[in-house]
Structures are given as structure tokens and as C-alpha cells.
């Protein structure tokens, strides 16, 4: 079983940035691939990035690419999103997971303010 923690959610100014962070613990971390989701009030959960196992392949969805960057540091079983030029469609809940499992942490809120 894997657990994951997110951290590092907030408000910030339109423009602005922020870097989530998520734990991850009783699992081989650096054999997993990862990801961001995100859920806005009202709409349902959507993929943001997914990073492979060692970090060498990563894709974003569109409405991010460019802003956002996903990485990981497999020596303190972290997977991180940096955030920058935030917009406020980027408010949500945001949700790492274990790439193509069950396993979710228990989100973050990020609140982008225009």
C-alpha cells in the first residue's frame, strides 16, 4: 500500500507562483510513474502532468503546458509540480497519484485570485 501527503497548496496572486509537493511512503517509489490531477468546484477531476519512474518522460495537459513542470527526487520519494504564471482557472483541489491506480493522496487547495 502506498500512502502519499500533499503539500504546499495556498493562495497566491494571478501571475504567481507556487510548487506543490507530494510524499510518498510504503511503496517502491522510485519504480513508479506519477501523477497531478486537479478538481474545480463543480467540475471533475482532470490529469495535469504525469512524470515515469526515473524522471526521464513527462507529459502535461495543455491548459498547462508551458507553466507547469512536474519532477520528481526518487532519494526523498517526492514528486513535485511547479506552478508558475498561475491563472485563476488554475484554482482547484490538486491530487497526486500513483499513475494508473487507486492510490490518491488527500489533496491540496491551490486559490489563484485575478
Known amino acids: 500500500q502506498v500512502l502519499l501527503a500533499e503539500s504546499g497548496g495556498g493562495l497566491v496572486q494571478a501571475g504567481g507562483s507556487l510548487r506543490l509537493s507530494c510524499a510518498a511512503s510504503?511503496?517502491?517509489?522510485?519504480?513508479?510513474?506519477m501523477a497531478w490531477f486537479r478538481q474545480a468546484p463543480g467540475k471533475e477531476r482532470e490529469f495535469v502532468a504525469t512524470?515515469?519512474?526515473?524522471?526521464?518522460?513527462?507529459s502535461y495537459a495543455d491548459s498547462v503546458k508551458g507553466r507547469f513542470t512536474i519532477s520528481r527526487d526518487n532519494a526523498k520519494n517526492t514528486v513535485y509540480l511547479q506552478m508558475n504564471s498561475l491563472k485563476p482557472e488554475d484554482t482547484a483541489v490538486y491530487y497526486c497519484?500513483?499513475?494508473?491506480?487507486?492510490?490518491w493522496g488527500q489533496g491540496t487547495q491551490v486559490t489563484v485570485s485575478s
Open positions: 497519484r500513483v499513475a494508473g491506480t487507486g492510490y
Open positions: 510504503g511503496g517502491t517509489f522510485s519504480s513508479i510513474n
Open positions: 512524470i515515469n519512474w526515473n524522471g526521464g518522460r513527462t
